[in-house]
């Protein structure tokens, strides 16, 4: 009971500071987004809005600029205390991203302001080392529930992302609580999530459980795609680019000429728009790969977001293309990809799972579930978070190297 107790008025605490953060951060997200859809000159811009972020980050956040990696490093490892500016730097870093076009999600911002708020808590509470991990995790957990309106994912994607093949138990309660209470918290300040539909889910039969398996192993590849070009991009622009403000500033221009020789914002922002009409259609194929390179261009050269919102519109704009070859009703494959390479990119197929279950019903459960675990296997040992540890290898080949860091792999 003490600790039902404490871990509940700590959950409540938590749940109700980092949703409202969510919902203030959604509400200016939409704004940002809308604004520059009205005034299509501010992507111009973007280098400089490129700048001021990497200088900001360069002489008053270094402390901070791993981001995620940096929550997950100290759930491994707790240290000092996650310093309170990385939420007010994550937040305007992301909001000038998306204002100026760039090509980013809203995942890891949201992560990182609920780890911020969560570190504030250690002392009031007087939390030991373990505890702190547990507070972390709980942190993840409400911060990606409340963003995405998904707070069953959001728990076991705070439980099953720092450590590949094995989930904390010790944490389940917190995370759990700490999820549903930051979602309804950024409910109660009527933040609207999209809402995604499929209209023909098949019976399942032998026939469409073979595509699901087939589609599944493109959208693994795909996600180890992603994981490893990002990080390959991202050193590229450390190695020749020796000042970091500089960074965003090469990359801002290249992302701004792309838009403007393409005409087109479709693949800058969240995306969510073509995520929606991927449900509804069958897109072309080079849909999932212009996001994919603005993408990582963007987030390489050192704009802040997240990956996930991108890895959502890549996989459901991949899953739509695939049914040019693939049996499958569009609408379901879109919601396969969706869930199935943010799975394979982030080694969270319960989650994402959950997550899937959560977004489009339960009609679609074993469909959503046979491509989430493909996607899982076939991505290897690759990650969008380099600091994730392998607590249990996927296969024989890594398992005398368990809890290496992924970053070793790659």
Same mark, same amino acid.
């Given at each position: 009971?003490?600790?039902?107790?404490?871990? *509940? +008025?700590?959950?409540?605490?938590?749940?109700?500071?980092?949703?409202?953060?969510?919902?203030?951060? *959604?509400?200016?997200?939409?704004?940002?987004?809308?604004?520059?859809?009205?005034?299509?000159?501010?992507? =111009?811009? %973007?280098?400089? /809005?490129?700048?001021?972020?990497?200088?900001?980050?360069?002489?008053?956040?270094?402390?901070?600029?791993? !981001?995620?990696?940096?929550?997950?490093?100290?759930?491994?490892?707790?240290?000092?205390?996650?310093?309170?500016?990385?939420?007010?730097? #994550?937040? $305007?870093?992301?909001?000038?991203?998306?204002?100026?076009?760039?090509?980013?999600?809203?995942?890891?911002?949201?992560?990182?302001? /609920?780890?911020?708020?969560?570190?504030?808590?250690?002392?009031?509470?007087?939390?030991?080392?373990?505890?702190?991990?547990? %507070?972390?995790?709980?942190?993840?957990?409400?911060?990606?529930?409340?963003?995405?309106?998904?707070?069953?994912?959001?728990?076991?994607?705070?439980?099953?992302?720092?450590?590949?093949?094995?989930?904390?138990?010790? /944490?389940?309660?917190?995370?759990?609580?700490?999820?549903?209470?930051?979602?309804?918290?950024?409910?109660?300040?009527? @933040?609207?999530?999209?809402?995604?539909?499929?209209?023909?889910?098949?019976?399942?039969?032998?026939?469409?459980? *073979?595509?699901?398996?087939? =589609?599944?192993?493109?959208?693994?590849? +795909?996600?180890?795609?992603?994981?490893?070009?990002?990080?390959?991009?991202?050193?590229?622009?450390?190695?020749?680019?020796?000042?970091?403000?500089?960074?965003?500033?090469?990359?801002?221009?290249?992302?701004? *000429?792309?838009?403007?020789?393409?005409?087109?914002?479709?693949?800058?922002?969240?995306?969510?728009? @073509?995520? #929606?009409?991927?449900?509804?259609?069958? %897109?072309?194929?080079?849909?999932?790969?212009?996001?994919?390179?603005?993408?990582?261009?963007?987030?390489? =050269? !050192?704009?802040?977001?997240?990956?996930?919102?991108?890895?959502?519109?890549?996989?459901?704009?991949?899953?739509?293309?695939?049914?040019?070859?693939?049996?499958?009703?569009?609408?379901?494959?879109?919601?396969?990809?969706?869930?199935?390479?943010?799975?394979?990119?982030?080694?969270?197929?319960?989650?994402?799972? $959950?997550?899937?279950?959560? %977004?489009?019903?339960?009609?679609?459960?074993?469909?959503?579930?046979?491509? +989430?675990? #493909?996607?899982?296997?076939?991505?290897?040992?690759?990650?969008?978070?380099?600091?994730?540890?392998? !607590?249990?290898?996927?296969?024989?080949?890594? /398992?005398?190297?368990?809890?290496?860091?992924?970053?070793?792999?790659?």
């Amino acid at each position: 009971m003490p600790y039902i107790v404490k871990w *509940l +008025c700590i959950s409540m605490i938590l749940g109700a500071l980092v949703g409202t953060a969510s919902a203030g951060f *959604l509400q200016s997200l939409e704004w940002a987004t809308n604004f520059r859809e009205s005034h299509l000159w501010l992507i =111009a811009l %973007l280098p400089v /809005a490129g700048f001021l972020i990497g200088l900001l980050y360069y002489y008053f956040g270094k402390d901070v600029d791993a !981001g995620n990696n940096l929550l997950i490093d100290n759930i491994h490892d707790p240290k000092e205390i996650i310093p309170f500016r990385m939420a007010p730097f #994550v937040y $305007l870093g992301t909001i000038a991203t998306h204002f100026f076009g760039g090509s980013a999600g809203r995942e890891g911002t949201a992560l990182q302001m /609920a780890g911020a708020i969560a570190g504030q808590l250690s002392k009031p509470f007087k939390l030991d080392k373990s505890e702190r991990r547990i %507070l972390l995790i709980a942190a993840i957990a409400a911060g990606f529930g409340s963003v995405f309106g998904t707070p069953l994912a959001g728990a076991v994607f705070g439980l099953e992302v720092f450590l590949i093949g094995k989930i904390r138990y010790n /944490a389940i309660f917190p995370a759990f609580a700490s999820a549903i209470l930051a979602d309804w918290s950024t409910n109660l300040w009527n @933040v609207k999530h999209t809402h995604y539909h499929i209209s023909l889910i098949p019976k399942l039969e032998l026939m469409p459980v *073979l595509y699901s398996i087939l =589609a599944g192993i493109a959208f693994g590849i +795909c996600a180890a795609a992603f994981s490893r070009m990002i990080h390959w991009v991202g050193s590229v622009f450390k190695s020749k680019i020796q000042y970091p403000p500089f960074r965003p500033v090469i990359g801002g221009i290249i992302i701004a *000429l792309a838009v403007f020789a393409m005409g087109t914002t479709r693949y800058i922002g969240l995306g969510v728009p @073509v995520i #929606v009409e991927s449900f509804e259609k069958q %897109l072309p194929l080079y849909d999932f790969a212009l996001k994919m390179i603005l993408t990582i261009i963007t987030l390489s =050269a !050192g704009f802040k977001g997240g990956e996930v919102t991108p890895l959502f519109f890549i996989g459901a704009s991949l899953g739509s293309a695939l049914s040019l070859f693939i049996p499958l009703p569009f609408g379901l494959l879109a919601g396969m990809g969706f869930v199935a390479v943010f799975a394979g990119a982030t080694n969270t197929p319960l989650a994402c799972i $959950l997550m899937g279950i959560e %977004l489009f019903g339960a009609e679609c459960g074993v469909y959503i579930a046979i491509a +989430c675990v #493909v996607s899982y296997l076939l991505s290897g040992h690759n990650s969008i978070y380099t600091k994730q540890k392998i !607590g249990e290898a996927k296969n024989r080949r890594y /398992a005398s190297r368990e809890a290496k860091s992924v970053s070793e792999f790659l």
